[in-house]
T-cell receptor
Framework: NAGVTQTPKFQVLKTGQSMTLQCAQDMNHEYMSWYRQDPGMGLRLIHYSVGAGITDQGEVPNGYNVSRSTTEDFPLRLLSAAPSQTSVYFC??????????????FGPGTRLTVL | AQSVTQPDIHITVSEGASLELRCNYS??????LFWYVQSPGQGLQLLLK??????LVQGIKGFEAEFKRSQSSFNLRKPSVHWSDAAEYFC????????????FGTGTSLTVIP
């Protein structure tokens, strides 16, 4: 079990460029999420998905797109990168537990710098 | 407004001393509660969680947390801190029946001195 994997680990973009952050999980989890982590602000939810074909916005969705064509993959797209999107991005997955939401498992993160 | 508050940005303790990290939440219903730890350059690792039942929950690495409904708090404790506990600690909540929307506090950075 690889758990939650993210690629790339590091990325530098120029303003206006687009790119896709990849996230995959091999635990057959229905739920997947993307967060960004900025100093002093904790983790903020960007987008999430409760199953293949279903996505929704979190706290800070502007400038990001997601899709969920398979259970395993949940890519995050930056349409036109801006310096404000410089951050560390974490992908997470979970399965709905008997009490509601179960534990989230996090990937190792992608450190993105936008110049 | 709904929120998760960790009032201590940074805490320094001596190795062997006890530790308490504070977490308060502001939601209409009792959420599911979590504590995560993040070592430098790493992802987040779950320490413990509370869904229901016994309000004192035990976690990994000797940590425990107590849910106090009257105070809307879920403070993390450890009786004797080890140098390897130095890390960033995040409190998080998940609201029942909202899919997997998690909300995190801003974190508490722990330094352990010899």
């Amino acid at each position: 079990n690889a758990g939650v994997t993210q690629t790339p680990k590091f990325q530098v973009l120029k303003t206006g460029q687009s790119m896709t952050l990849q996230c995959a999980q091999d635990m057959n989890h229905e739920y997947m999420s993307w967060y960004r982590q900025d100093p002093g602000m904790g983790l903020r939810l960007i987008h999430y998905s409760v199953g293949a074909g279903i996505t929704d916005q979190g706290e800070v969705p502007n400038g990001y797109n997601v899709s969920r064509s398979t259970t395993e993959d949940f890519p995050l797209r930056l349409l036109s990168a801006a310096p404000s999107q410089t951050s560390v991005y974490f992908c997470a997955s979970t399965r709905p537990g008997t009490s509601g939401t179960d534990t989230q498992y996090f990937g190792p993160g992608t450190r993105l710098t936008v110049l | 407004a709904q929120s998760v508050t960790q009032p201590d940005i940074h805490i320094t303790v001596s190795e062997g001393a006890s530790l308490e990290l504070r977490c308060n939440y502001s939601y209409g219903a009792t959420p599911y509660l979590f504590w995560y730890v993040q070592s430098p350059g790493q992802g987040l690792q779950l320490l413990l969680k509370y869904f229901s039942g016994d309000t004192l929950v035990q976690g990994i690495k000797g940590f425990e947390a107590e849910f106090k409904r009257s105070q809307s708090s879920f403070n993390l404790r450890k009786p004797s801190v080890h140098w390897s506990d130095a890390a960033e600690y995040f409190c998080a909540v998940s609201l029942p029946n909202t899919g997997n929307q998690f909300y995190f506090g801003t974190g508490t950075s722990l330094t352990v001195i010899p």
